[in-house]
Structure formats: structure tokens, C-alpha cells
């Protein structure tokens, strides 16, 4: 008997913030190769700003620090453009967590539904959390997306029943400023009240 059923139907927004996910957490070391090249380009280009390919250093160096995700743009948007061209929209699953594992339905309710085997709680590499979702990845190469607003109020209980179960945390997107006072205050609202 599932303890938690979820059905999600993507939308342009969903599989680009499932790529951007994705990337956060399995393209750890490119993030860090990333940022390092694009302040030692941006400091060559400063010290050397009177000429022009100074100029052009500092210009790329900003380039290559404010499109973390041009990767995982270009993937995502493929996917769409694909997912368009075929004519058969967005595509939207089922996911039922049970306590021995998540069973997922493609296409629930349609004729051409697809039941996959259950994927066990030990086959999920990494979590992952943003402002709308949870995410779930079995594999660097695809993940599920659960929407938080269809837990309603069961979503505290989704979160440490997930937890308990793969023996990992939900890692929360690379914050923002904004994002990390939310954070803040939601680590807050988490802990236990003192007298």
C-alpha cells in the first residue's frame, strides 16, 4: 500500500529545473573547474583592462561565471522542442512510495500506461530540492520530480520518510542570497522549540 501517491504531469518549467537539478548535483567538479577559470580569466583581463583583449578577458570571464546552467539549457531545451514536434505533450507519471520502494507509472490513466518496476529506496543516488520540487535521482542521467504542492500537508512527512529510507539528504538548489535567508528561516521553522 503506498504511504505517498503523486502524479506529475512536467511543463516547460519542470524539465528545465530537473536539468538544472541534475547539473547541481553531479557536475560538482565542473561547477568548481568553472568558477576557478572564469576569476583567473577575469583578473588576467583586469590587470591587462587597457587593452582589448583585456577587455575581452573580463567580458568572458562574465560570461562564464553567470551561465552555470548553459548545459543544462541546451539539454533541457531539446527535450521540449522533441516533446513539441511529437505532438503527444508533456509527458506525466505516477509515483507511489511504498515502504519497500517508489513504484512509477508513465502515462497513468492513458492507453499506452507503463508500469516500470519499483525502483528501491537504496537505488537513489542523490535528492535534491528547490522552491517547488523534490527531486530523485536513481542515476546521473535521469531523476523523478515530485511537485510539493500536490503533498499538501504531508510534505514534512515525505521529506523524513525519504530521507530514512535512502539514508540520504535533500540538498537544496545553490541559494541565492534571497534563497539563503528562506533557508534560514526554514531551518528555523525545522528545529525543535526551546523552553
Same mark, same amino acid.
Given at each position: 500500500m503506498a504511504k505517498y501517491e503523486v502524479t506529475m504531469t512536467h511543463t516547460e518549467e519542470s524539465l528545465v529545473a530537473l536539468s538544472h537539478m541534475q547539473y547541481d548535483l553531479f557536475c560538482t567538479r565542473n561547477y568548481i573547474a568553472r568558477t576557478v577559470l +572564469? #576569476?583567473? #580569466?577575469?583578473? #588576467?583581463?583586469?590587470?591587462?583592462?587597457t587593452?582589448?583583449? !583585456? $577587455?575581452? @578577458?573580463?567580458?568572458?570571464?562574465?560570461? @562564464?561565471?553567470t551561465s552555470t546552467y548553459s548545459a543544462s539549457n541546451h539539454t533541457a531545451k531539446k527535450l521540449i522542442e522533441t516533446l513539441k514536434a511529437s505532438g503527444e505533450?508533456?509527458?506525466? +507519471?505516477?509515483?507511489?512510495?511504498?515502504?519497500? !520502494? $517508489?513504484? $512509477?507509472?508513465?502515462?497513468? !490513466?492513458?492507453?499506452?500506461?507503463e508500469k516500470m518496476p519499483p525502483v528501491g529506496y537504496g537505488d537513489i543516488?542523490? @535528492?535534491?530540492?528547490?522552491m517547488n520540487c523534490y527531486y530523485l535521482f536513481p542515476s546521473s542521467t535521469g531523476g523523478y520530480c515530485i511537485p510539493k504542492k500536490k503533498l499538501g500537508d504531508?510534505?514534512?512527512?515525505?521529506? /523524513?520518510?525519504?530521507?530514512?529510507?535512502? !539514508?540520504?539528504?535533500?540538498?537544496?538548489?545553490?541559494? +541565492?542570497?534571497?534563497? /539563503?535567508?528562506?533557508?534560514?528561516?526554514?531551518?528555523?521553522?525545522?528545529?525543535?522549540?526551546?523552553?
Amino acid at each position: 500500500m503506498a504511504k505517498y501517491e503523486v502524479t506529475m504531469t512536467h511543463t516547460e518549467e519542470s524539465l528545465v529545473a530537473l536539468s538544472h537539478m541534475q547539473y547541481d548535483l553531479f557536475c560538482t567538479r565542473n561547477y568548481i573547474a568553472r568558477t576557478v577559470l +572564469s #576569476v583567473v #580569466v577575469v583578473v #588576467v583581463g583586469a590587470v591587462h583592462f587597457t587593452r582589448f583583449w !583585456g $577587455i575581452a @578577458l573580463v567580458a568572458y570571464g562574465a560570461y @562564464l561565471m553567470t551561465s552555470t546552467y548553459s548545459a543544462s539549457n541546451h539539454t533541457a531545451k531539446k527535450l521540449i522542442e522533441t516533446l513539441k514536434a511529437s505532438g503527444e505533450g508533456f509527458p506525466s +507519471s505516477r509515483y507511489s512510495f511504498t515502504e519497500k !520502494g $517508489i513504484e $512509477i507509472t508513465f502515462h497513468p !490513466g492513458k492507453a499506452d500506461e507503463e508500469k516500470m518496476p519499483p525502483v528501491g529506496y537504496g537505488d537513489i543516488l542523490k @535528492l535534491g530540492e528547490d522552491m517547488n520540487c523534490y527531486y530523485l535521482f536513481p542515476s546521473s542521467t535521469g531523476g523523478y520530480c515530485i511537485p510539493k504542492k500536490k503533498l499538501g500537508d504531508k510534505e514534512k512527512d515525505f521529506v /523524513r520518510f525519504v530521507e530514512w529510507k535512502t !539514508g540520504k539528504k535533500f540538498y537544496w538548489k545553490r541559494p +541565492s542570497p534571497l534563497q /539563503r535567508v528562506r533557508d534560514w528561516l526554514r531551518a528555523r521553522e525545522r528545529e525543535p522549540e526551546h523552553l
